[in-house]
C-alpha cells in the first residue's frame, strides 16, 4: 500500500520569507500574509507541486473551454435562421465560430 506524504505548510509575513529565503526549500506550500491586516498576498508552493498545479490548471481550462464549446454547437443547432449573438461572435473571432460550426455538423 502506497503511503502519501503529508504536506508540509507554512504561513507567514514577507518580511520573514525574504529575511529567510531558505525557507522556500522547508515547505511544500506557503501563504504569504500581510501580518498587520491578516490578509492573504499571496501563495509560494515548491517546485515539485509546480507541475502537477500546472496541469491543474491547465485541465481546468480544458473542460471550461470545451463546456463553452458545447453551449455555442447547442445554440447553432437550435437556431437556423442568422443569429445576431452569432454574427457578432464571428466578428471577434472567427476561428473559434468555425469550429463551433464545424463541431455541430
Not at 505548510?9 to 525557507?23: E, F, P, Q, R, Y
Not at 499571496?42 to 491547465?58: D, N, R, T, W
Not at 447547442?74 to 463541431?103: A, W, Y
Request: aromatic letters at 8%.
Amino acid at each position: 500500500m502506497k503511503r502519501e506524504k503529508k504536506m508540509i505548510t507554512a504561513k507567514m509575513g514577507v518580511k520573514d520569507l525574504i529575511s529567510n529565503l531558505n525557507k522556500l526549500n522547508e515547505f511544500d506550500y506557503i501563504e504569504i500574509e500581510d501580518k498587520k491586516s491578516k490578509k492573504l498576498k499571496g501563495v509560494f508552493i515548491s517546485a515539485k507541486l509546480a507541475m502537477e498545479f500546472k496541469k491543474f490548471l491547465e485541465e481546468k481550462s480544458d473542460k471550461e473551454t470545451e463546456e463553452k464549446l458545447k453551449a455555442f454547437r447547442n445554440m447553432i443547432k437550435l437556431s437556423d435562421r442568422k443569429n445576431p449573438f452569432l454574427e457578432q461572435f464571428d466578428k471577434d473571432d472567427p476561428k473559434i465560430l468555425q469550429k463551433v460550426k464545424g463541431m455541430s455538423e
